[in-house]
């Protein structure tokens, strides 16, 4: 587990200096997944150590939204100020989400052939 890990950390360690050195506009631990999944690709797939982790991992991914719920209770009084600006950003964005997801599954499906039976 450890060295999984320290594999996953790698990657996001990699990344987040390709960030910093090129000034991307792109998160460092976004570059950093790219890069394991190139790795991952190039490799022919995780190893059991790598799966078994990321698997623990996600399983316990709920705990990081702690953090969040905490900076919201504490910071609710600006909530209670702002709550019309937040939730139009919020319904805005989940609509953008929904339409470019849904524009997305359609440019990536294949036509229909008339041998599907459609």
Same mark, same amino acid.
């Given at each position: 587990?450890? =060295?999984?890990? =320290? @594999?996953?950390?790698?990657?996001?360690?990699? #990344?987040?200096?390709?960030?910093?050195?090129? =000034?991307? $506009? +792109?998160? #460092?631990?976004?570059? &950093?997944?790219?890069?394991?999944?190139?790795?991952? +690709? @190039?490799?022919?797939?995780?190893? !059991? !150590?790598?799966? /078994? *982790?990321?698997? *623990?991992?996600?399983? /316990?991914?709920?705990?990081?939204?702690?953090?969040? &719920?905490? &900076?919201?209770?504490? /910071?609710? /009084?600006? +909530?209670? !100020?702002?709550?019309?600006?937040?939730?139009?950003?919020?319904?805005? =964005? *989940?609509?953008?989400?929904?339409?470019?997801?849904?524009?997305?599954?359609? %440019? %990536?499906?294949?036509?229909? *052939? $008339?041998? !599907? &039976?459609?």
């Amino acid at each position: 587990m450890i =060295s999984a890990l =320290s @594999l996953l950390l790698f990657f996001q360690l990699a #990344g987040e200096m390709l960030a910093r050195y090129f =000034s991307l $506009p +792109v998160p #460092g631990p976004v570059i &950093g997944m790219l890069l394991l999944f190139v790795a991952l +690709v @190039l490799r022919g797939g995780p190893g !059991d !150590d790598l799966r /078994h *982790t990321s698997q *623990t991992l996600l399983q /316990h991914l709920s705990l990081l939204f702690i953090p969040a &719920g905490v &900076g919201i209770m504490v /910071h609710l /009084h600006r +909530v209670a !100020d702002e709550w019309l600006a937040l939730l139009l950003s919020l319904l805005i =964005s *989940t609509l953008a989400t929904l339409a470019v997801t849904a524009l997305t599954m359609r %440019c %990536c499906q294949r036509p229909a *052939t $008339p041998e !599907d &039976g459609a």
